[in-house]
T-cell receptor, first 117, second 117 residues
Framework: DTEVTQTPKHLVMGMTNKKSLKCEQH?????MYWYKQKAKKPPELMFV???????INESVPSRFSPECPNSSLLNLHLHALQPEDSALYLC????????????????FGPGTRLLVL | AQTVTQSQPEMSVQEAETVTLSCTYD???????LFWYKQPPSRQMILVIR??????QNATENRFSVNFQKAAKSFSLKISDSQLGDTAMYFC??????????????FGKGTKLSVIP
């Protein structure tokens, strides 16, 4: 099973709203990622969590706040977003194995399509 | 920094024919991985095939195969017996260990493939 789930599938929010995106995987992966993808562009990395700790923050504005409450869940809290933040937000996960070496393949969820009005 | 170049923004192929998508990359690293991901109109990123840089043998996955030329830093994808379901955006990606157990992907800009009935 290589399934990563994301909720909601679609989200429309105003610039003053607070909302959260959720990502879940039950593959035992210990690395989880948030990407932002604009139309007709490749995904851009936002955050990386390894062993539930933030390991990479690609200079993302503070209106995006990630959270990893446990090894299966990854949230992205949104507050005071701008219209240019409208995009597809993708979550991914990858395995880390101490015995067989690092597993590098990232498996992606279906994404949340966000529209900021 | 790594760069990934996909020189074909769009391609088309007749159903049941064979098509090859090009990808070149630039890196000074010796240990890395290469991937092809497919993103159909539904927008979910799906892993097509992966290649470890230390393996000389080209990866194969059913109708999908790669031509990996390490010295030339080339990684092309061949799709045999093209099917209508192969219509998608195809991203070539370079993966490298980024510390703390996670891998960072650098994506090319993508090639939009259309399979024509």
């Amino acid at each position: 099973d290589t399934e990563v789930t994301q909720t909601p599938k679609h989200l429309v929010m105003g610039m003053t709203n607070k909302k959260s995106l959720k990502c879940e995987q039950h593959m035992g992966h210990r690395a989880m990622y948030w990407y932002k993808q604009k139309a007709k562009k490749p995904p851009e990395l936002m955050f990386v969590y390894s062993y539930e700790k933030l390991s990479i923050n690609e200079s993302v504005p503070s209106r995006f706040s990630p959270e990893c409450p446990n090894s299966s869940l990854l949230n992205l809290h949104l507050h005071a977003l701008q219209p240019e933040d409208s995009a597809l937000y993708l979550c991914a996960s990858s395995q880390i194995s101490r015995t067989s070496g690092y597993q590098e393949t990232q498996y992606f969820g279906p994404g949340t399509r966000l529209l900021v009005l | 920094a790594q760069t990934v170049t996909q020189s074909q923004p769009e391609m088309s192929v007749q159903e049941a024919e064979t098509v090859t998508l090009s990808c070149t990359y630039d890196t000074s690293e010796s240990n890395y991985y290469l991937f092809w991901y497919k993103q159909p109109p539904s927008r979910q990123m799906i892993l097509v095939i992966r290649q470890e840089a230390y393996k000389q043998q080209n990866a194969t996955e059913n109708r999908f195969s790669v031509n990996f030329q390490k010295a030339a830093k080339s990684f092309s994808l061949k799709i045999s017996d093209s099917q209508l379901g192969d219509t998608a955006m195809y991203f070539c990606a370079f993966g490298q260990y980024s510390g703390a157990g996670s891998y960072q992907l650098t994506f090319g800009k993508g090639t939009k493939l259309s399979v024509i009935p």
